[in-house]
C-alpha cells in the first residue's frame, strides 16, 4: 500500500475510511514518530474487531495494518517505538490477541516482541467477484 501511487478510487475509499476511523478513535488508532518539519518517520495502524469468542479469548482481536518507517530512519527504534504503543493500545482496549501479516523486512521485529509465526493461516481473495458457491 505504501509504495502504490496514491491516485484512484481505492485512495479515496482509503481515505474517507483511515479519516473516519481515526476520528472516532474507538476501534483504529495510529501513532508516529515525526520527523523534521512535519515529515513522517514511521508509522503503526491498527483495528479491532470482534471474532467469536473461545474458552480462553474473549474475540476481542487486534489487527496492525501498516508498519511503516522512512528508509533513513530504520534499524534505530522507531518502528519498534510506534508498535509497541500500538501494541499496549490493544491491550488497554482488552483485545487478548493481536495479529498481523508480516513482510520479510518486518519480521524480525515482530517476533523480537513477541509475535509467532501462525502456518495454519490461508486467505482467499475475491477480485471484486461474487463467488457463488453451490
Known amino acids: 500500500m505504501i509504495k502504490a501511487t496514491p491516485t484512484g478510487r481505492w485512495f479515496e475509499d482509503l481515505t474517507a475510511y483511515l479519516m473516519d ?4 478513535a474507538e476501534d483504529m488508532a495510529g501513532f ?3 520527523g523534521p518539519v512535519g515529515s513522517l518517520v514511521s508509522v503503526a495502524l491498527g483495528s479491532i474487531y470482534q471474532a467469536p469468542p473461545g474458552p480462553t ?3 476481542r ?3 496492525v495494518h501498516l508498519l511503516w518507517t522512512t528508509p533513513g530512519y530504520r534499524r534505530q527504534g522507531n518502528g ?3 508498535t509497541t504503543r500500538l501494541i499496549g493500545w490493544f491491550w488497554d482496549q482488552g483485545c487478548g490477541l ?3 501479516n508480516a513482510s520479510t523486512d518486518s519480521a524480525e521485529l515482530y517476533r523480537s516482541l513477541g509475535f509467532e509465526k501462525n502456518t495454519r493461516s490461508m486467505r482467499l ?3 471484486g467477484k461474487v463467488a457463488k458457491w453451490r
Open 21 to 24: 476511523g481515526l476520528t472516532r
Open 32 to 34: 508516529v514518530v515525526d
Open 57 to 59: 479469548y474473549s474475540g
Open 61 to 63: 482481536t487486534g489487527y
Open 80 to 82: 519498534r517505538a510506534v
Open 98 to 100: 493481536v495479529s498481523l
Open 125 to 127: 481473495f475475491g477480485h
